[in-house]
C-alpha cells in the first residue's frame, strides 16, 4: 500500500503540465500586404531575432489577421515579438544602420527607444493568455 501510495505521489508529480493557448491581438498594422511574423520566447537568447531558430515557436499569420495564436504552450515566462512582413520574404528587412524598416512589435507594449530586450516584454502564462501587440515604425 506504502508503494502504490509513492507510485501515485511520483506519478503527479511527473505528469506534465497543463499546455494553454497564448491569443494576441494584433494592432496598428497599416498596411494589408505580406505577413506577421511572431516568435514565442522561453529565455533572452537570440531574442527578438525571429530569424535565429532559438524562439520556441514560430507562427505567421496574413498581415490583415486580427489575431494570432500560440497553441498548447506551457506554463512559464515567456516573451513574444513580431514583426510585419510587408513584403513577404520571411525576415524583417533593416537599413544600414540595423534599424527596421517594418513595423515591429512586442508582448507587452514596451516604447522602443533602441534595440528591444527581453525582459520589459516578459510576462508569466499560467493559464489561457489573451494580449495585444501594438505595430510600431522606427
Partial sequence: MRHLFAAMILAALAAPAQADDVTITLQ???KNA??????????EDGFPDCESGK????????ANAATARFENVAPGSYAISAFHDANG??????NFLGLPLEAVGMSNNPKLNGP?????AR??????ARLS??????
Avoid at 528591444?116 to 520589459?120: G, S
Avoid at 510576462?123 to 489561457?128: V, Y
Wanted: aromatic share 10%.
Fill in 28 to 30: 496598428g498594422v497599416k
Fill in 34 to 43: 505580406g505577413s506577421i511574423v511572431l516568435c514565442l520566447w522561453a529565455k
Fill in 55 to 62: 524562439a520556441v515557436k514560430r507562427i505567421v499569420v496574413p
Fill in 89 to 94: 520574404n520571411g525576415k524583417l528587412d533593416s
Fill in 116 to 120: 528591444p530586450r527581453f525582459k520589459p
Fill in 123 to 128: 510576462f508569466t502564462l499560467a493559464g489561457e
Fill in 133 to 138: 501587440i501594438r505595430f510600431q515604425s522606427l
